[in-house]
């Protein structure tokens, strides 16, 4: 990036013994003074690419289903929790196919309508993986900068522990606490309802995704704020007197914004893939929740019979990740086009 | 603080006729990993250890020196972005060294630095505007609608476009960040600017701009300034006084003409004798060269007695046992050096 | 040296010391039941009784610890229906619903996971590098275009879908299930097939990734354009000078990356139902069976603590500039 | 570092430099141009570069950041990636044809028959391989011997280029180097295999002066036992004046000033070397304000027309006809002297130098 204002504007009118004042100095140019700062720049590039574009509004095609789940039921004429058990024949398999009525078909066994429970299964995945994401990046930023940028014990104290939870098995601890805090939750877990149990799963996913999330990103912000502290920049704010925590906010904070957006952008995915994984699993989200993962967990055992059971969460969950993480790569590659390929 | 003390309005106090700056024994010592096997004692870096140096108003004074020999440290010891390990830095007779950062902040804005790396300096998030604005705001300068107008005017003042104000450092060139970051120390208005190797990342042509701007500014404002360079040249032609360092020392200082003529410490002829000089292709007769050998020792474990015994050709037994004072041994030229004298023959080549 | 690698023993201690606090107050302090889990629906006052008293659980909490630790360097009792059991050293507790010492479980669980993550590695190791080091000497053609695509999609492909789909319809490969190896090395092989394809394309794509970053990198420093500039052939440039370089930091994320898959075999385990840590665990999370999965969850902190450690010391064989600075 | 000797006082004088021997080029570089297709569009880095070194021979190429010096050095030794670098133009290498040589015939060229050092030491040698190593392998791509004699020849040319100790530090790894020592590996590293050609890319720069001194010293030392032709590149016009014979002066991808270092640098006839020579301060002498040239050199993505200099030239009103806005001026003598060439429409450039550049020089 060299020179991209012509030196003619240099010029100094009435100072013709200054070299920089040299001949050119009458007419001083008009220029567009109105700028770009660096992220804007960067939205710019996003702008333009044209898989960031696509993939930006298949997320939000699956943000609007989530949001107009009920409206969506409301159209079909379904909900997603009545068993339709008359569309059921004796072992198991629906008798219907999908048709105007029940616009996905039916589950197998209970009967519940597919498109229904489709679009509500959208609400979990994109609510746990997007308060998750908020949690963990709040927290993350939080740690990393007051680590980084006040050092000596507090930074000593933070840095142990962000090691001490990134060196945790955090699938382990997935399956592990929410046992644990089951009980402390519902107590006797024999008797608790199953609206019950359903809810602490859930607020028990969030907590412990938050508290394994977190760590990986404040190491990040500690190590761009220590090389930041570095820079002359932070220093020139010192030497003018600029307050501590003006330099925090106003000089450090606005360089971290890259990596934050870049991080926020590939947690996205990544946690719904994990909520999904562990709901599978049986380890996450339960009933009567719709969820993508449970439907899958559910449909693993009728994929030859329905398999459309089993493809419609899989393809969604698969076109959402998918999407969110190619956008995910646009976005590093706009913010740092270093990494361009 | 027993000396009598004038507090200004701005709440700089000042001792009446106490220098602008002055630096005694100042030391700063760094903490670094000790390169043992197993037992790994905490070693100390000694990047400034003992120097002195007075700066009156409006007089410029250059320290040069090779790589490691404390020059930065000191730049960053004088606008206390350091606190030293020792010593006292007395700006108008006020010792500054250890004062807390509130009480700090009113001298702040006196003491100014400018930057070596034009990249680094500026932050990249925001606009030119609001870097040349900061001392403005942040010590409450101009009243908000006259910020603009001052930036403006500043800008004019380094030879930069007003109208750029709210662009962005990524758009211009090494040259152009190098007069907002100049703009930038000068919107305090400084009495004393430390210049840390203002123009040696610059191209040529360049970096006499730069100098020239800075030469126009000290004249007309009458700013003091001291100057870090390792180019012998751009110190010379900028300053009044030239102090020279080596590690963590400084091992002579006079007046520029008695230092660049009449050098007395070995390390300051060596130095001298070792510019490649333009001159020699303008019909200038060949100079006699000293070279020395190596390279400067680590800062953690200096040399005893003189620093520069194990280069110095002349050193002998006491320079390892007795550590040499800063003597005056001309006119306002001192040496630390126990065999401190003029060379026989000029070393610079003297042009017609 | 010495004094760095002792300090970061100390601290690896230090971490598993705190894992296990934690996690035994998470298990056995909340004001939980957990004798009245581990006894399931059909019980008994005194049974309950004899397992809290089995368990430790009626001594105060400071004891409990204490009787753990001890557990695990010594050994502990455990009575059961008037049954006395031992459990060697070290005991990491006693699952009642299987009725054997957690770490004989564990013991028998951890063989299989092992071979899954071994022999996964091996595939993408193998893969990734190589396609990564391919795609960094082609950069910016078509062929490399197609490397970073493939590996972006099949990155963005949840790992449990993919498992699930290997699983449910790649019926061409032979039926997957864990032999140990010293009875038939071919069968322990054919049984892991599927799980070693799965696990080794899924982080294929991350290796291409990261050693085709890392070798642009390395290939672009200046001591590249010097080996360069010796005229020793391009070959030797790229796979001495360059790898030997762009590998270092692969190396330091394989060590990581092999620790979590080590604790985090679960989807693959369950899936293609292969007995290992993961699956061992996910069985006492249904069970509620709070001793061994206090005993995975530690187990799995100590492989990651230690490896770890592994890969610092590694790392200082791997940079002389570490390692004598 | 350990092994560091303690000062002895050397008093060099140097040798005079041997007068123009008219001998046959062993370098010669004829309308080189070298571009890079971009995302922003075409760097011209360099435009119809010609110049030639004979053997024994030291070429300063001079120039700002940007001005091609380093790229049209590196084109010598083939080492710009063809698939992003466009090159045309020949370069002639004792005899050879170095533009469109195979590769497997520029790994035998390079390193052998020319050899290059490199800016900053500290990354340009593998932090993973010892010293030794490095100049082993150098030594082994050009001469098939077994380890143990390559090994001898590496200690022989580390002590050679005055490392200290040369056998222990053999088996060092960089890092325990200093900066200067480092550099002298480098050269020690280039020689090995006693190259006719050896390009120096600001191999000074990164060193302090009085490291810079020892380093020039031991570049002049070796070029006269080696008897190899030189190509020095640098930004700094007294590191010029010291290890010259002829300088090049490069300015935005083209040569703009061509001949012995005394001409150029005594009576330059460029108004780009005089703005250069203007901008430089003086060690003697009371000091002069600098007269730097105005403006920045041009993005090479958009070369001024014309002359590429013309927009921060003070003397493009003398020239007519906007010549100098529109047309490019040749490489020529312009003067009386035909050993030295320049690229200006400046009528007498030898006069305007000497009535109103030199008086105000610093």
Known sequence: MEPLIEEAELSRKGAPTDPIGAPTGESVKKVDTRRKSPTQIALARLRKDKVAVICGSIFLFFVLIAIFAPLLAKLEGQDPTTLNQNLIDQYGFPTVAPNGEHWFGVEPRLGRDLFARWVYGARPSLIVAGSVTVITTIIGVIVGLVAGFLGGWIDRILSWFIDFVLSLPYLLFAIAVPAALLAVFVGNTENAGNDEVAQVRFYSLIIVLSFFGWASLARLIRGEVLGLREREFIAAAKVLGVPTRKVLFKELLPNLVAPIVISVSMALPAYIVTEAGLTYLGVGLTEPTPSWGLTIAAAQNWYRADPLYLWIPVAAITILVLALSLLGDSIRDAFDPRTRR | ?352 | MLLYILKRVLSAISVVIVTLVASFALFFFAPTDPAGVICGPRCTPERVADIEASLGLDQPKVEQIALYMKGIVVGREYSTGGVVRHCDAPCLGYSYTLGQPVTKLIGAALPVTVSIVLGGAVVYLIVGILSGTIAAQVRGTSLDRFVVGTTLVVQAIPYFVFALLIALYATFLPDSGYHPFLDNPLTWASGLLAAWLTIGVTNAASYTRYSRASMIEALGQDFVRTATSKGISRRRVVYRHGLRAGLTPVVTIFGIDLAFQLTGAIFTESIFNLPGLGLLTLRAFGQYDLPVLMGGVLIGSAVLVVMNLVVDIVYTFLDPRVRLG | MSDQTTGVPQTVSRVPRAAATGEEAYLEVTDLQVQFPTADGLVRAVQGLSYSVPLRRTLAIVGESGSGKSVSSMAVLGLHDRRVARITGSIKVGGREVVNMSDKDLEGFRGGDAAMIFQDPQSSLHPYFTVGNQIIESYRAHNNVSKRVAKARAIDMLGRVGIPNPSRRVDQYPHEFSGGMRQRAMIAMALVNDPKLLIADEPTTALDVTVQAQILDLIADLQRDFGSAVVFITHDLGVVAEIADDILVMYAGTAVEHGPVNKILGEPLHPYAWGLLESIPALTGEPQPLHPIPGSPPSLLAVPSGCPFHPRCEFKDRVPDDWCTTLRPDLIPRTADLGRTSRCHLKDPDKVFETEVLPRLP
């Open chain 2, 1 to 352: 603080m027993t000396a009598a003390t004038t507090p200004a309005k701005s709440g700089v106090r000042s001792v009446p006729g106490a220098p602008l700056l002055e630096l005694q024994n100042v030391k700063m010592h760094f903490k670094a990993k000790g390169e043992g096997f197993l037992a790994r004692k905490t070693q100390w870096v000694q990047a400034v250890d003992g120097v002195d140096l007075t700066v009156q108003p409006g007089e410029t004074i250059g320290l040069v020196g090779e790589s490691g020999c404390g020059k930065s440290t000191t730049a960053r010891l004088i606008t206390r972005l350091l606190e030293p390990t020792a010593g006292e830095i007395r700006y108008q007779g006020v010792d500054i060294a250890h004062m807390s950062e509130r009480k700090l902040r009113p001298y702040r804005r006196e003491i100014q630095l400018i930057f070596q790396d034009p990249y680094s300096s500026l932050n990249p998030r925001h606009t030119v505007g609001t870097i040349v604005g900061t001392a403005l705001r942040t010590h409450g300068m101009v009243p908000k609608s006259g910020e603009l107008s001052r930036v403006q005017e500043l800008l004019e003042v380094v030879g930069l476009n007003p109208e750029h104000y709210n662009r962005y450092p990524h758009e211009f060139s090494g040259g152009q960040r190098q007069r907002i970051g100049i703009a930038r120390a000068l919107a305090a208005r400084p009495k004393i600017i430390v210049a840390d190797e203002p123009v040696s990342a610059l191209d040529v042509s360049i970096q006499a701009q730069v100098m020239n701007l800075l030469e126009n500014l000290r004249k007309e404002l009458g700013i003091a300034f001291v100057f870090i360079a390792h180019d012998l040249g751009v110190v010379r032609h900028f300053c009044d006084r030239v102090a020279v360092m080596y590690l963590g020392r400084v091992v002579e200082e006079g007046p520029r003409d008695a230092l660049y003529l009449k050098p007395q410490h070995p390390y300051t002829q060596a130095l001298l004798s070792a510019v490649p000089d333009i001159g020699v292709v303008r019909g200038v007769p060949p100079k006699n060269r000293i070279r020395l050998v190596g390279d400067v020792p680590s800062p953690v474990d200096p040399p005893s007695g003189c620093r520069f015994r194990t280069r110095c050709w002349k050193a002998q037994d006491i320079c390892a046992t007795d550590d040499p004072a800063l003597i005056e041994r001309a006119p306002a030229q001192r040496v630390a050096c126990h065999f401190a004298e003029p060379p026989a023959e000029s070393i610079l080549a003297e042009t017609a």
